[in-house]
């Protein structure tokens, strides 16, 4: 982080502003362990970095998915976008959202 700028190269980025990207994918590198498992593959959960969440990624392999999973979809809906600030209300809620 610090070899790449920091914040300050991080904040430039931001002010050249950036696309936002949304997908759905697998990981037959890694078995998506590096989300939500222990990472990199046998090394002991209680080192720092290691334990990456609570899945212990044995029913993560592209295959098994595709295969149990056939057919997943993902729909992206209630997407605001705009100055920081402005696409919500002071108490939190979407800016013009109804209250019901």
Not at 2 to 20: H, I, P, Q, S, Y
Not at 55 to 74: F, I, L, M, N, W
Request: aromatic letters at 6%; hydrophobic letters at 30%.
């Amino acid at each position: 982080y610090a070899a790449k700028g920091g914040l300050k190269t991080m904040g430039e980025a931001l002010d050249r502003g950036l696309v936002l990207v949304m997908s759905l994918w697998d990981d037959g590198a890694t078995q998506m362990r590096w989300l939500d498992s222990s990472f990199p593959e046998g090394e002991q959960r209680g080192k720092p970095g290691v334990a990456r969440g609570p899945c212990d990624g044995s029913t993560s392999s592209p295959a098994q998915v595709r295969q149990e999973h056939s057919s997943a979809s993902v729909k992206y809906t209630n997407i605001t976008y705009g100055e920081i600030g402005s696409t919500t209300s002071a108490d939190g809620r979407r800016a013009g959202a109804l209250l019901v």
